[in-house]
């Protein structure tokens, strides 16, 4: 009994093997290189599905077939101008010859490393031959070079000249790392400049000339604005002294017709009862002239006391 159970679990485990082993599945995501003692055996199986190997003897060596990322470290580069910047980048690429890949990397991990030199030192290479205007500015936009050095804007003439741009940069690094790559078996897909920075010496004088450079401009605006007011107060103040002036014209004429009018009705108050007109006058006189505790010496003959005489005498 004991004799059949141990033939029982020989025959299980070797049907097992003979079903488990010789097979294997490719999905649609995936890519096969078939070795045999490490050394790889046939071409690359790239279709999905059931496939057949030997077991035991030979193993499947599975592969990705999607888009990989890679993502650089952020490292200090100097640019042809001799400005220190960081650049961080980031890349995507495929395996796209698996049998070639697994001779020269083995996996992606391998990969991954031999991309770090591959493409940190084009990125090098290329940002080195290369103005930072040029790295910052798009290829089909120019900005003012005052933008770069200091971080503002000035006038369209010093806006940069230069054809290049930094697309043309990236297309520069992904051309010349692809040659490489090609002959590991991967191809680089995409290649992008995902940050582009001054190191911290030059960020802090950048930051500080972008300060003075804004306090200048806002002193300019201050001025202008003083200017600006100066200038509004004044034609306030002349436009105020032609409204008084035009003004105390119209009052004038004004009073010189009341006057004028005036004028004419004593002329004609007078010349109706000349001695009544001016026995009026006089009282108004008397009234003006003779306040409480007045005193007057006159002549007796004055034509002031003309009328005072004549209500003595009467009386």
């Not at 580069?77 to 980048?89: L, M, N, S």
């Amino acid at each position: 009994m004991k004799a059949f159970s141990i033939l029982l679990l020989i025959v299980i485990i070797g049907a097992i093997s003979l079903i488990g082993g010789p097979f294997y599945t490719v999905n649609e995501t995936e890519q096969v290189v078939i070795t045999q003692f490490g050394k790889p055996v046939g071409a690359p199986i790239t279709e999905p599905g059931l496939h057949l190997k030997v077991p035991f003897i030979q193993q499947a060596n599975y592969f990705e077939k999607r888009f990989l990322a890679w993502d650089g470290e952020p490292s200090q580069v100097p640019t042809k101008d001799k400005r220190f910047i960081w650049v961080d980048t980031y890349a995507r690429w495929r395996i796209k010859d698996p049998l070639l890949f697994f001779q020269r990397l083995r996996d992606e991990r391998g990969a991954q490393s031999r991309l770090d030199d591959i493409l940190d030192g084009e990125t090098r290479n290329v940002v080195a031959k290369h103005l930072l205007i040029e790295l910052v500015q798009g290829s089909d936009r120019r900005i003012p070079i005052e933008t770069v050095e200091l971080g503002i804007g000035k006038t369209p003439k010093e806006f940069s000249r230069s054809a290049v741009g930094r697309e043309d940069l990236q297309r520069e690094v992904l051309k010349a790392a692809s040659k490489r790559t090609s002959r590991l078996g991967i191809e680089l897909l995409d290649f992008r400049f995902k940050r582009i920075n001054y190191v911290e010496e030059v960020r802090r004088e950048v930051y500080a000339r972008m300060i003075s450079e804004r306090k200048r401009i806002a002193e300019q605006y201050r001025s202008e604005g003083a200017g600006e007011a100066a200038r509004i107060s004044g034609q306030k103040e002349r436009e105020l002294k032609v409204i008084r002036s035009e003004a105390y014209r119209k009052a004038q004429e004004i009073k010189g017709k009341a006057d004028r009018q005036a004028a004419l009705i004593y002329a004609e108050a007078y010349n109706k009862d000349p001695e009544f007109y001016a026995f009026l006058r006089t009282l108004e006189t008397y009234r003006h002239a003779l306040a409480q505790n007045t005193t007057l010496i006159l002549s007796t003959k004055n034509d002031f006391l003309r009328y005072l005489k004549t209500r003595l005498s009467g009386r």
